[in-house]
């Protein structure tokens, strides 16, 4: 396995580590309804957590790659961020013909401070560089506004509205599709 370490101006996006105090950031996003509402599932329990936690481990030392999910820190002069703790997290799902679907989720805590925007900058950059993918996509529901903003924001188009795509607390929900092209990224605004 060849760790994932991307760093921006205020957060780092590293692997998960199997340790409590990274379970307990991972349930604090995951098993939080507020924020999993726009998520495709329910909030998650600390044991099903610490499993995803295992999961993702184990997709990291996969041969073949094709799934990255990843813990987001805040860099502080005083803390490294492969200790720091979780405060959200960076996902990217690799598809066929050098594509993947990138997603985020950020915690309550760091919400409206432009952190969306960095952390899915630092994806593209790792996707369309690193990896040489040719194509990014996003799901999004049609009442998340900030996630539009930022997906929009970063040259990301739309594709078009999915009706019906996921069933959620016994209702069915429409998504918006963003994607981006390699040579559609200029790279994150410094």
Not at 59 to 72: G, I, K, N, S
């Amino acid at each position: 396995m060849v760790p994932v370490r991307l760093t921006g101006p205020r957060l780092a996006i590293r692997e998960y580590h199997h340790t409590e105090g990274e379970v307990d950031a991972l349930h604090a996003l995951l098993g939080d309804p507020e924020i999993t509402r726009f998520l495709p599932f329910e909030p998650l329990d600390r044991e099903t957590c610490a499993d995803q936690i295992e999961l993702y481990l184990e997709e990291a030392m996969a041969e073949e790659r094709d799934t990255y999910r990843l813990a987001v820190t805040e860099l502080a002069a005083a803390e490294d961020p492969q200790d720091a703790t979780p405060v959200a997290q960076a996902s990217l799902t690799l598809g066929g013909f050098r594509s993947a679907h990138l997603g985020y989720v950020l915690g309550r805590d760091v919400r409206g401070r432009g952190y969306a925007g960095e952390i899915a900058g630092l994806l593209c950059d790792f996707a369309f560089h690193a990896l040489d993918l040719h194509r990014l996509a996003a799901r999004v529901d049609v009442a998340n506004t900030a996630s539009v903003k930022v997906l929009t924001g970063l040259g990301f188009r739309p594709e078009g509205r999915v009706r019906h795509d996921r069933f959620k607390g016994g209702v069915w929900c429409d998504s918006y599709r963003y994607s981006l092209l390699a040579d559609e990224w200029p790279g994150p605004a410094r």
